[in-house]
Structures are given as structure tokens and as C-alpha cells.
DNA sequence: AGATTGAACAATTCGTTGATTATTCAGAAA
DNA sequence: TTTCTGAATAATCAACGAATTGTTCAATCT
């Protein structure tokens, strides 16, 4: 019994490090000449193994991709979560760096790298539950943020969850900034620094001054 | 002098009315079979008259379809006015009345009539400017509206033009409905509803009562 | 027995060709 | 002269065969 499972977990861990090694040369493909112009073939070669074998660790080629995305996705997770708990600075300032580095991040992604622009618009089109999975994780963070700010007694909002919902329904536009306007990344941090404004204050907001960011910059 | 402008105008209402024909013509034949299934040659035969001939009147095919486009979005555009500043009703509900009217007039355009929904990506595509146009005049009845509320004394809004940029960012999502997320117009409604109250009120909104709309049947 | 292969299969993409159609313009008609 | 025509042109589209490539699986190897 206790080889046996030694065994198991020994042909486990090779699994994943076979995983691994064709993430890693998919990875590489993929950044080098897209993902449409690179082969099942070509990666199983790159690994010294036949095509075939490929789909005993991924069930076809759009899961190598969505591993890759959802790797870097997690780093850049953690990053937000990290910026959401940020110690000594207001939720209202908190908010405004998570959105800050969300709409950041997805416009340095796709303007210069158009591989991952191609991956990006590749998933979003064949597995539409992806971008969901992903402002459900994002979502979680916002609520996160919003216990945080209860707990310290800075604001009280009765159903996180909603809002946090309304807060990305309102800032769609900046999630995906090239797939709507085609405006330079200044000029939308203008736009999302003028919506949080609203968006925390109100029409008639009444704090309209501490709401200087480095969006001017 | 006299007999020269007379002739002038008469040829200028006489351009205008087979400019009309020519756009009645289009417009049947565009609802009926669709854009890009209708031919400049069928357009002038019914017209009785070549296909040249069409190009003394409209610069290309596409014009002839911004030109319907536009009458129809001119109506739609006087019953936002109308809304923005009708009697008796405060400017919160206005503006709610206003992005409401928006959002379903565009999501039954696209959801019922695929001829429009091909004609408005036609045009989406090939005039990128025409969406901003749009969006221009809108901001013009929100400005309108916080005007009239001013005078009224309800809210006073610093920068009225920004403020109108701002609103439309936030709730673009709800402009180009299904472009966007495959949501039910109910599921639409109530989101439109959550980010109004955000927008409004803040996101420690104080008036957190009277916001119980028509969103909810 | 389980892991791996690579030829076979099916789906997709690609490039070419032929037809359709938007647009132009030299000339006819008014 | 001004208005209009319709054949000529050029751009776009549809179709279809060929080639490529994602995926499967019977056979082979360890």
C-alpha cells in the first residue's frame, strides 16, 4: 500500500511536470508566433513527444491557452488582493487603485502584445464563461475590500455582493478598454478617475475635493 | 433675380424629394431583405432610375443607410428631450426615465429587427464617428437637464458637460446591450437600476429609499 | 498493464476563381 | 447646359477544392 501510493504520487508529480513542460513550450510558441500559427505538432516536438500524447494532459488545444491565461490571471489576482488590504489608506483609495490597475493592466497587455490580444479575444470567443469566472473573482476581492472597510468602521454597505456588481457593470468600459473606444490610456484614466468621483460621491457628492489622483500625471 | 431663385429653389425641393423617394425606396427594400442583400440597381429600379443616377443624390450605399438611420434616431432623440424636461418630475427621475428609454429602445432595435441590427453594425463599422455623434447629442439633453434642475434649485453641478461624459461611461453597458453581455432586458433593467442609485446617491448614499422604479415588473 | 506513438479522420483554414455589385464617367437625352 | 443613362471598371463576395491541422484510436513499446 505504501508503494502503491508512492507510485501514485510519484506518476502525479511527473504529470504535472509534464503539464508544465507543455505549458512552458506553448508558452513560448504561442508568444513568439500567436496562437494560430503554431501546431499541436509543433509543441508535442518541442516536448520529444508525439501529438497524440498531448491530449492525455490537455483536452485540445484552447485548455494550453486557457492554463497560460489563467496563470498570469492569478498573479495579477494576488497583485489586486494585495492592493485591496493595503494598510493605512481608505477604502475610497483603495477602490480607486484596484480599478486603476485593472484597466492599467488590460491596456498594457493588449496594446503591446498583440499575441496576447489574440489569446484573449481566441477565449473570450470560444468559452464565454471564462470572462464571467473572472469578474466573480474579481468581485470577491471588491468584497473583500468592502468587510475590510466595515470592520475599520469607514463605510457600511448592505449588500456587498450587488454592489460590487454595480461597480463593474459601471466600469465595463475601462475592463476592456480597446474593445470599446479607441482612446489613449490617459485620456481613460481621466474617464475612470471622473466615474469613481461619481460613483462614490454621488451626483451631489459632497466630499469633491480629496479625489486628486495621479491620473493627471 | 427673381425667376433664378425661383428656379433654384424649385430644383433644391425637387433634389429633396427624390432624395426622399430614393430613401423610402432603401428603406423598404433594407427592412425587407436586409443591407447588404439589397442592391444599389434594385434601389434605382424602383426609383425608375439608374443606378448612376443615385449617386447625384447620396454619396454611396452607406449614406443612403446613415440617412435612414438618422431620421429614425432624430425622433428617438426628441422623445429623450421630451423626457429630460418633463413637467412635474424631479431631475433624478428624469435621468432615470432618460437612460431607461435608452436602454430599451436599443435592445428591442437589436433584439426584434435583424435588419437594424445589421444596418447599426454596418454603420458602427464603417462610421466610427457616428457613435460619438450620437453620444454628443445625448450629452446635450443632460446638460439641458442639470440646467433646467439648476434653475429649479434641485442640484447644482460644477462642470455639467464632464458630469454628462461621466454618466455615459458608467452606463455604457446598457447602450450597446447586447454587444456586450447576452442579459435579459429585465436582468438589464435592474442593473441600469443598482448603478443609477450608485451614480446618484454615492456609495454611502443617504437617500436610499426612493428609489423604487418600474425596473422591478 | 499502462504509456506512447503516428497514421487516419474530421474539421478548419487558405487560396484561387468566377460572379456579383458598388461606383464612375463618357456620352445621350432633355 | 443640365440631367440622366448604362456600359465599363474596380472592389468585394461566394464558392469550392486543396492543404493544413486539431483530434482520435488501433497498434506498439516499455
Not at 501510493?5 to 503539464?19: C, F, H, N, P
Request: glycine content about 6%; charged content about 30%; aromatic content about 8%.
Amino acid at each position: 500500500m505504501e508503494i502503491r501510493t508512492g507510485l501514485l504520487t510519484i506518476t502525479m508529480a511527473e504529470k504535472d511536470s509534464v503539464r508544465c513542460q507543455i505549458v512552458e513550450a506553448a508558452k513560448k510558441r504561442f508568444s513568439h508566433f500567436g496562437y494560430g500559427k503554431t501546431t499541436m505538432a509543433e509543441v508535442a516536438a518541442d516536448c520529444s513527444m508525439s501529438p497524440g500524447n498531448l491530449y492525455r494532459f490537455f483536452p485540445g488545444k484552447l485548455d494550453i491557452a486557457e492554463c497560460i491565461a489563467t496563470e498570469d490571471y492569478e498573479r495579477h489576482l494576488e497583485s489586486l488582493r494585495k492592493l485591496a488590504l493595503a494598510p493605512g489608506k481608505s477604502a475610497r483609495d483603495r477602490l480607486r487603485d484596484l480599478l486603476f490597475e485593472e484597466l492599467r493592466r488590460t491596456y498594457h497587455k493588449l496594446e503591446k502584445d498583440p499575441r496576447a490580444y489574440e489569446m484573449a479575444t481566441v477565449i473570450a470567443h470560444e468559452r464565454p464563461q471564462y470572462a464571467n469566472w473572472m469578474l466573480a473573482n474579481e468581485r470577491k476581492i471588491f468584497v473583500e475590500l468592502f468587510d475590510d472597510a466595515e470592520k475599520k468602521g469607514e463605510i457600511a454597505i448592505p449588500d456587498k455582493e450587488i454592489t460590487a456588481e454595480m461597480i463593474q457593470a459601471a466600469t465595463m468600459k475601462f475592463r476592456y478598454p480597446q474593445l470599446w473606444s479607441k482612446l489613449t490610456l490617459p485620456k481613460l484614466e481621466r474617464e475612470l478617475d471622473g466615474v469613481l468621483k461619481l460613483l462614490i460621491d454621488g451626483l451631489c457628492g459632497t466630499s469633491r475635493e480629496g479625489a486628486r489622483t495621479e491620473a493627471a500625471a
